[in-house]
């Protein structure tokens, strides 16, 4: 019996102890790029397109900037998203396609595609932080 009680205590010591060995070791958290709060203009903002791992992500919606950096598998080059990346993409989204549409204007759009937008908008300002508004040149 005592054999038995052994065999048991040396199992569960095992069994503690491959638990606790095996836990992943922590990492150091990955530094991201911060954004300049500041208002952009379209050229400025096209830099911001996920290809220059040492700048943030940004991207536009109704003239307002998003940082989406820490979303860069969405939003980066290889991203499911990364044609958002450094652009307007109101009208991408409105229209739920994956392309910025960014010289295509708003008007037209469905009452439905307004409220796509409107949903759109809503996540991102939930989620992301506003870093500025795009502007047609510097000092507007």
Known sequence: ENEMWEW??????????????SKP???????????????????????????????????????????????ASFYGPDGAYGAFAGVECSWGLAKGVVESGEDKPLVGLTEAEKDALDEWIQFFVGKYKVVGRIVDKKGD
């Open 25 to 71: 070791k922590p990492q150091a958290p990955i530094k991201l790029p911060v954004a300049e709060v500041r208002d952009y203009t379209r050229d400025e903002l096209r830099e911001y397109n996920g290809k220059d791992p040492k700048k943030p992500i940004l991207l536009a919606i109704k003239g307002e900037i998003y940082d989406v950096t820490r979303s």
């Open 8 to 21: 048991l205590a040396l199992v569960a010591f095992l069994f503690v102890a491959v638990l606790f060995l």
